[in-house]
């Protein structure tokens, strides 16, 4: 990469590292409304959001996120604020970075991007050119509020996930990129995981890192590491895993996986290869601060087998992901982190 690479600096210095937890499931702990935008919370409580990345700086992170998934035009447009885009979004990239400052240890802030919630040319209306287009406008904001690191995240699509780099690239911006693989073992538009690093051949910048994050549970997202790692053997890896299976109770979802369970998750992780390990949906402050205390302690093992991941972590919701390249017709339109 052109781009300075501190994402790599830190692994060299610290080895694996732990990223933060879900964002909407703990703002929904805090007020937030199902329906509402969290990027207004930028603006609107900032104070919110502090605590949010404060509690995970708290539970032990190294890698914090931006309150920025939905930071796109396209997704801000639905709560009419589309010409609000770089202003929220640096306020998201400098809310983290005061936190980032003031913590005890090195904390890395890494600007949110997720899916524009569109469907691109042939399939849709939105263009290539018009994808990089918004994914830059947002990128411009996060890199302007101090974002050290572009964090391309639940992405499904292989041309919307090139989109978000090359608008990374035009801004001179280092990028990761992780992919929900939440249908059959693959991504909705059918990426198999052992490919999902070579969907940026074609990129002139490589990811600093490329993984899964979001899916169906710690299981899958542990499976979809395997073939991450045998796929390209060299790369950095990141898995941000559901906290456990989401489960209906009366009119709440909640999240099947316990501090213990989540601490054996990151241990497996570390096992397959991993090289950055947080946790997604359902993810608390409590669950990173057993998380942290796993990977500070665990020294790394052989692979883990499928039948070792489902004796520990419990089975597949998926089957494996079969190798081929049959995509399903329709791609979720929306989809938001935590």
């Known amino acids: 990469m052109t781009a300075d690479n501190p994402l790599a600096a830190l692994i060299a210095e610290k080895g694996v590292l732990l990223a933060d937890g879900a964002t909407g499931t703990n703002l929904f702990a805090m007020g937030l409304e199902s329906g509402d935008a969290p990027e207004l919370w930028n603006t609107d409580a900032p104070e919110k959001i502090t605590a949010l990345h404060q509690g995970f700086v708290d539970a032990g992170s190294d890698i914090i996120l931006t309150n920025s998934f939905g930071g796109t035009r396209h997704r801000l447009k639905l709560h009419h604020a589309q010409d609000r885009v770089f202003e929220l979004n640096k306020a998201a990239a400098e809310i983290a970075c005061k936190v980032a400052a003031s913590a005890p240890r090195r904390v890395l802030v890494a600007g949110s991007v997720g899916p524009t919630g569109e469907l691109l040319v042939p399939l849709g209306a939105l263009t290539f050119d018009d994808a990089?287009?918004?994914?830059?406008?947002?990128?411009?904001?996060?890199?302007?509020g101090g974002a050290e690191v572009i964090w391309i995240e639940t992405m499904s699509a292989p041309e919307e996930m090139r989109a978000a780099a090359e608008a990374a690239v035009a801004e001179d911006m280092p990028y990761t990129c992780t992919v929900s693989f939440d249908t059959a073992g693959k991504s909705m538009m059918g990426l198999h995981p052992k490919n999902v690093a070579h969907v940026f051949d074609a990129v002139s910048d490589k990811p600093a890192a490329v993984g899964a994050n979001c899916g169906v549970g710690a299981?899958?997202?542990?499976?979809?590491?395997?073939?991450?790692?045998?796929?390209?053997?060299?790369?950095?890896?990141?898995?941000?895993?559901?906290?456990?299976?989401?489960?209906?109770?009366?009119?709440?979802?909640?999240?099947?996986?316990?501090?213990?369970?989540?601490?054996?998750?990151?241990?497996?992780?570390?096992?397959?290869?991993?090289?950055?390990?947080?946790?997604?949906?359902?993810?608390?402050?409590?669950?990173?601060?057993?998380?942290?205390?796993?990977?500070?302690t665990h020294q790394k093992a052989e692979p883990p087998t499928l039948e070792t991941i489902a004796e520990r972590i419990g089975p597949l919701v998926n089957s494996p992901a079969a190798d081929g390249d049959t995509a399903p017709k329709r791609e979720r339109r929306s989809r938001r982190r935590g």
């Open 219 to 296: 299981s899958d997202i542990l499976s979809s590491l395997l073939d991450m790692r045998a796929g390209a053997p060299d790369a950095t890896i990141i898995v941000k895993g559901n906290c456990g299976i989401p489960e209906f109770q009366g009119e709440n979802i909640v999240y099947s996986g316990t501090p213990d369970l989540m601490a054996d998750y990151v241990r497996l992780a570390i096992d397959g290869g991993a090289q950055v390990i947080g946790g997604c949906c359902g993810t608390s402050f409590e669950h990173l601060k057993a998380m942290r205390q796993a990977l500070d």
């Open 132 to 144: 990089v287009a918004a994914f830059r406008e947002q990128i411009a904001g996060l890199k302007a």
